[in-house]
């Protein structure tokens, strides 16, 4: 299964200045890619705190919420599912079905399991024109990691985008 990380960061490596802000810091540009590549995959994974802050699901897309406290949260099928399963247990319930890709949303607790799972297979990244000084890092506790850059594009006037794979 194809799994893609994707993630905004400001220039000092932070998703958020708190574990319950809203991505709404970002260009517009990062936005319509994150539509894009969401859409295509049809399948995004989230922990509990992204899916809160987002309000509601996703459209066009299944929505996985994983969480410890998979009761907060009714299944709608189709549209959103809880589980308290592993990245590996997540996984293998979507390719069960036939899923081929999934997109990894955040947060930095669910980026970081899936990259120490040895899950993902590429990465985007937006890096947007901010220091945030403090904040949520994009991720931590996880071993050492070798990626290949694949390409870095200018988006809109400030940010960039940098697309990495995984190196086994």
Same mark, same amino acid.
């Given at each position: 299964?194809?799994?893609?990380?994707?993630?905004?960061?400001? !220039?000092?490596?932070?998703?958020?200045?708190?574990?319950?802000?809203?991505?709404?810091? /970002?260009?517009?540009?990062?936005?319509?890619?994150?539509? %894009?590549?969401?859409?295509?995959?049809? @399948?995004?994974?989230?922990?509990?705190?992204?899916?809160? /802050?987002?309000?509601?699901?996703?459209?066009?897309?299944?929505?996985?919420?994983?969480? &410890?406290?998979?009761? %907060?949260?009714?299944?709608?099928?189709? @549209? @959103?599912?809880?589980?308290?399963?592993?990245? &590996?247990?997540?996984?293998?319930?979507?390719?069960?079905?036939? #899923?081929?890709?999934?997109?990894?949303?955040?947060? &930095?607790?669910? #980026?970081?399991?899936?990259?120490?799972?040895?899950? @993902? /297979?590429?990465?985007?990244?937006?890096?947007?024109?901010?220091?945030?000084?403090?904040?949520?890092?994009?991720?931590?506790?996880?071993?050492?990691?070798?990626?290949?850059?694949?390409?870095?594009?200018? %988006?809109?006037?400030?940010?960039?985008? %940098? &697309?990495?794979? !995984?190196?086994?």
């Amino acid at each position: 299964m194809h799994i893609t990380i994707l993630a905004a960061m400001s !220039a000092d490596g932070r998703i958020a200045t708190s574990r319950d802000e809203l991505v709404d810091w /970002t260009s517009p540009e990062d936005k319509q890619f994150f539509v %894009l590549k969401t859409k295509e995959a049809g @399948v995004v994974v989230m922990g509990r705190r992204t899916f809160e /802050t987002l309000g509601e699901p996703l459209s066009e897309r299944l929505n996985v919420v994983m969480s &410890h406290q998979q009761a %907060l949260f009714p299944d709608v099928p189709g @549209v @959103v599912e809880c589980t308290s399963e592993s990245p &590996h247990g997540v996984v293998h319930s979507l390719e069960s079905r036939g #899923y081929m890709k999934a997109v990894v949303i955040g947060g &930095h607790e669910i #980026y970081s399991a899936f990259l120490s799972a040895d899950l @993902v /297979t590429d990465m985007y990244l937006t890096i947007e024109p901010r220091i945030f000084g403090d904040g949520v890092p994009f991720v931590e506790g996880i071993a050492a990691k070798k990626l290949q850059l694949m390409s870095a594009e200018k %988006l809109g006037g400030q940010s960039v985008l %940098l &697309h990495y794979v !995984a190196l086994s």
